[in-house]
């Protein structure tokens, strides 16, 4: 069975501060994998996804992540954070199948200090 | 752009009270998916919809019933509400390439 753990449930980071929010599964072959940002009271934006190609995936609002298939890891990160990132973020992969379900992490939420 | 809809941000039912959940999507998508989302448990797919008519149940379709009659629309169905069905609804859809667009979702109370 496939799985996604994030193994952060709460991170605090400071506005300027790097990021790295991390991201491991379990499935036999190579999935398909997003990254969700989740804003309070809205529904899941995507950020990024990796289907194949290069393993360093660009997304939007200046976020980033590496798919390392040897450490079966997915992690976002972003150089300097903004208070506007605050939210709780989401990794989901998804085997191929054509009903296209997605398994979701249990999130990581993000609070960003002045 | 693209906008999957739900009929109520926020909804309060009383305990045994049938409720619907409504979800749209303007996409022309095939797939649509009914998630539940509680705090610590993260997204759970209650029930999801490949085709018109077609339905297969999630990881926890106990106490919910589904009904897609025609592609645009999914409706989530709470036969008998209880209290341990309050909950964050979430409505998504998806075609080709797995991405799913996610609707604002529906805050339910059952009292």
């Known amino acids: 069975a496939q799985s996604v753990t994030q193994p952060d449930i709460h991170i605090t980071v400071s506005e300027g501060a790097s990021l790295e929010l991390r991201c491991n599964y379990s499935y036999g072959a190579t999935p398909y994998l997003f990254w969700y940002v989740q804003s309070p009271g809205q529904g899941l934006q995507l950020l990024l996804k990796?289907?194949?190609?290069?393993?360093l995936v660009q997304g939007i609002k200046g976020f980033e992540a590496e798919f390392k298939r040897s450490q079966s890891s997915f992690n976002l990160r972003k150089p300097s954070v903004h208070w506007s990132d605050a939210a709780e973020y989401f990794c989901a992969l998804n085997s191929g199948g054509s009903n296209y379900k997605l398994t979701f992490g249990k999130g990581t939420l993000l609070t960003v200090n002045p | 752009d693209v906008k999957v809809t739900q009929s109520s941000r926020y909804l309060v039912k009383r305990t045994g009270e049938k409720v619907f959940l409504e979800c749209v999507q303007d996409m022309d998508h095939e797939n649509m998916f009914w998630y539940r989302q509680d705090p610590g448990l993260g997204l759970r797919l209650i029930y999801f919809?490949?085709?018109?008519?077609?339905?297969e149940k999630g990881d926890i379709p106990e106490g919910y019933s589904v009904s897609r009659e025609k592609k645009e629309r999914f409706s989530l169905i709470l036969e008998s509400a209880s209290t341990n069905q309050t909950s964050m609804y979430l409505c998504?859809?998806?075609?080709?390439?797995?991405?799913?667009?996610f609707g604002p979702g529906t805050r339910l109370t059952v009292t």
């Open positions: 919809s490949y085709d018109v008519k077609m339905k």
């Open positions: 990796y289907f194949s190609g290069d393993t």
């Open positions: 998504a859809s998806s075609s080709q390439g797995a991405r799913q667009y």
